[in-house]
DNA sequence: CAAATATGATTAGCCTCCCAAAGTATTTAA
DNA sequence: TTAAATACTTTGGGAGGCTAATCATATTTG
């Protein structure tokens, strides 16, 4: 029976998981942004210019989803929509000034709680934890995972996969 | 500006908590339950007898939600309501058969990919590991944080705080 | 060039999640 | 025995996801 040091590691990894669930709740309601729009309107503005699809890709999303979402930040006044030019079936997507407000307002779901304290840790402390959350990343098969998005949500793919 | 390891930590985080969120989904559609309905069940099944409001405030969800959620699985057959005989206002929600059974095919979203591979490890990685989910616990002011839950979604609580 | 095909986005329709408020039934207290 | 509290359900609503179908534009090809 070693130590079996399985079962509190879980714990530990669940209360974080839980953690950033409701942080990301708890700093959507103070912007206003759901945390599947604040995903989507990041990933508008880190591109400056951008389509749905290419969002949609990005995050994993369909494309319809994209636009529902876009949709919504249309309506807020934090994004506009613009047909391209070059290629008029693409729609450009852009921030407003509100949306890129509403982004520095919300940092990051994880960064505003993390990186300070991080920061204060001892180096070694650091390095074991990364060295720490790179060995789990590899357990749970996510070492060559895009690291695009936080957190999100949804409704279960009922697609059979056979 | 010493090391920053603060970003890789973050991606690595991201990663993990990315894995785990496609991991729900994924385990949610061979089981065909939701990841909020394997929550419920879950909950259900761990007290053998359990009323909704237990159920809710474990979950930190509504009593509707839970009436929501139980409502798919009675009809899914995984879940019995009975009304009980000590107080006629309180429901007894049973797991089925089935239910046990669908909780025994998916044993834990995490669980399944977690241990065996965890337990792999050599006992001084495990203890690092353990210690800095421990480390990150307290970053994330997850400490004192139910263990119940493992993820789940949503739409975003608009009541005002203030 | 014209027809067929491909691509980008939206629409429509379906389901789940989560909530608050109102409603119903039951229990407890006054 | 009525009033208040408790336990759950109903109702209604916003958001999040998806697929399939549609529309408009581009590209390919005969």
Redesign the pocket.
Known sequence: MESDLSNPTLQALRRILRATEIGSRKL?TTTG?????M??LREIEGRDQA????I?SAL?????????????LV?SGLVT?ER??????????HATAAGRDALACAPDLLQSQFTDRFASLAAWEQAMILASLEKLSLILGAQDMDVAPLL????????EPG
């Not at 389509?51 to 290419?54: H, K, R």
């Not at 999100?152 to 697609?159: E, V, W």
């Open positions: 959507a942004l759901t945390p599947s729009q995903l989507v389509t749905p699809s290419a949609a994993k999303f369909s494309q319809a989803t994209i636009t529902n979402v876009v949709d919504r309506l929509r391209s030019d070059r290629d008029k079936r693409q729609i450009m997507l999100d949500s949804g409704a279960i793919d009922r697609t």
